[in-house]
C-alpha cells in the first residue's frame, strides 16, 4: 500500500555532503538527499526565461519539502490531478493557484475543488466530463475549461496520450460547446513524461495552431504540459533553456492575444535534480548486489529503462576500476532488481554505500510499503552530485 505523504514540513536535518550523513547515521536504511539549491535552479529558469506561468506537477513529487522551496524559488502555480493534492497545496501554500488538470474526476472533487478551494480550470478530453462539470459549476466566463489534445510522440519515454486527449476535431466540438455553456476555454497538451527531444513541443504547437485557425472560440490559455526531461545515465538531453528557447520561438509565432495565458506543466523538469539517494550494499554474491531499496521503493522507473546516474560515498579508497554488477532490490519478489547492470567499483562489498542522482522525480512518489521496505528519511545537503564515471573493465 502507497502510503500519502505527510501534510506538514517537517525539519530536516543538515550535512555538508552525503559523506557527512554516511559519518554520522552509518545508516543501514535508504536516506533521502534533499538539495535546495538544485531545486531552485530550474524553477528560477522557468520564472524568469518561460514566456508564461509556471504550474509545478505534484504528481511528481508531492513531498512537502519540494512544494515549499519551489514556492520560495517563485513557483505560484501547482498543476494537481486529485482532490488530496488540491487540498496538500492549498494547506500548506494558502497563496498558490491550483489547476485541475487530470481529465477525469470524480463530482464530488469537483464540487470540492470548485467551492472549498477556489479552482478555476479543469481539463477535459471528453463531452460526459464537460457534462458532469457544468451540472456541478454554474457555467461562468471565471471558469475555464481546458480542452486536452492527444499528442503521440516517440521521444517521449511515457506517452501520456495513450489515456487522455483528443482529436483536433474532438477538441474543436469541445471548445465550441464549452462555449455555448458559457465557460471561458483553453487548450492543452502533453508531449510524454521525459521527452528528449524539444521538437516534440513544436508538434504540439502545430497542433494547437490548427485549433486556432479552425475555431471562432477566443482562447484563455494554452497549455504545452510537460514532459521537460531530467538527466540520466542513457538518456542524454539538452539543456532545460535550449528547451525553453525552442518553445518561446514557437509559440511567438502562434501571435496569440495579450488576454491569452501560456502555461506549462513541469514536473521532472523541476525536481529531477533536487534530490539523490544514499543506500547501502547489504550483501554480495560475485557480480550480484543486494541493496537496501529498489524496484518496489524509490528506483521504481528503472523498470522502465531509465538509468540513473551514481558515485559512491567515499568512506573509504576504492578501485578506479569499474565493472558490471545486478542490483537487487530488498523485498522477496525476485523481480526486484534493477534490469540493467550498474557499474560500480570492481572492489565493491558489504556496507560500502552507493548515493543515486536524480531521484528527486517519481522516487518518493511512487515508493510503496510492500514487505516493510520504505525509505521515509530525508536530510539535506549543501554539495553538488556529481556522477563518478571511472574507467570500466569491460
Not at 478555476?120 to 475549461?145: F, G, M
Request: proline content about 6%.
Amino acid at each position: 500500500m502507497i502510503k500519502a505523504p505527510p501534510r506538514e514540513i517537517v525539519e530536516m536535518k543538515h550535512y555538508v555532503s552525503p559523506k557527512a550523513v554516511v559519518d554520522e547515521l552509518k545508516p543501514e536504511y535508504p536516506v533521502y538527499c534533499v538539495r535546495p539549491s538544485a531545486i531552485h535552479t530550474p524553477a528560477k529558469t522557468f520564472v524568469h526565461h518561460f514566456p508564461g506561468d509556471t504550474l509545478y506537477a505534484v504528481k511528481c513529487n508531492p513531498m512537502p519539502h519540494m512544494l515549499q522551496e519551489l514556492f520560495e524559488a517563485g513557483i505560484r502555480h501547482f498543476d494537481t490531478a486529485s482532490l488530496a493534492e488540491i487540498s496538500l497545496v492549498s494547506h500548506l501554500l494558502p497563496e498558490a493557484d491550483c489547476y485541475f488538470m487530470h481529465p477525469v474526476k470524480a463530482r464530488s472533487a469537483i464540487r470540492e475543488a470548485h467551492e472549498t478551494h477556489g479552482v478555476r480550470h479543469y481539463v477535459v478530453d471528453h463531452v460526459d466530463e464537460l457534462q458532469k462539470i457544468s451540472e456541478i459549476i454554474t457555467p461562468s466566463k471565471d471558469i475555464i475549461i481546458v480542452v486536452r489534445l492527444a499528442l503521440h510522440h516517440k521521444a517521449a519515454m511515457y506517452d501520456l496520450s495513450k489515456k487522455f486527449g483528443a482529436s483536433v476535431d474532438v477538441v474543436l466540438e469541445l471548445l465550441a460547446d464549452a462555449d455555448r455553456r458559457g465557460f471561458s476555454s483553453g487548450v492543452c497538451f502533453h508531449v510524454g513524461s521525459q521527452c528528449v527531444d524539444a521538437d516534440a513541443f513544436r508538434v504540439g504547437v502545430e497542433l494547437v495552431r490548427e485549433v486556432i485557425q479552425r475555431t471562432e472560440v477566443s482562447l484563455r490559455c494554452v497549455d504545452i504540459g510537460g514532459g521537460f526531461p531530467g538527466h540520466y545515465l542513457n538518456n542524454p538531453v539538452a539543456s532545460l533553456e535550449d528547451y525553453i528557447q525552442t518553445i518561446t520561438q514557437t509559440i511567438n509565432s502562434l501571435k496569440l492575444p495579450e488576454d491569452c495565458r501560456v502555461i506549462c506543466e513541469p514536473g521532472r523538469g523541476l525536481a529531477s535534480e533536487g534530490e539523490s539517494l544514499i543506500v547501502q550494499v547489504h550483501l554480495r554474491k560475485g557480480n550480484a548486489l543486494y541493496i537496501n531499496d529498489g524496484l518496489y521503493g524509490s528506483m521504481n522507473e528503472e523498470a522502465e529503462g531509465l538509468q540513473r546516474l551514481n558515485r559512491m560515498v567515499p568512506t573509504r579508497a576504492f578501485s578506479s576500476k569499474r565493472k558490471p554488477f545486478i542490483l537487487n532490490g530488498p523485498t522477496c519478489d525476485s523481480e526486484d532488481a534493477l534490469p540493467k547492470p550498474v557499474e560500480l567499483p570492481e572492489d565493491i562489498n558489504e556496507g560500502d554505500w552507493i548515493e543515486f542522482g536524480g531521484v528527486g522525480a517519481y522516487g518518493a512518489a511512487c515508493r510503496t510499503a510492500f514487505n516493510g521496505f520504505y525509505a521515509d528519511t530525508f536530510v539535506t545537503v549543501e554539495d553538488e552530485f556529481v556522477a563518478d564515471l571511472s574507467e570500466s573493465t569491460t
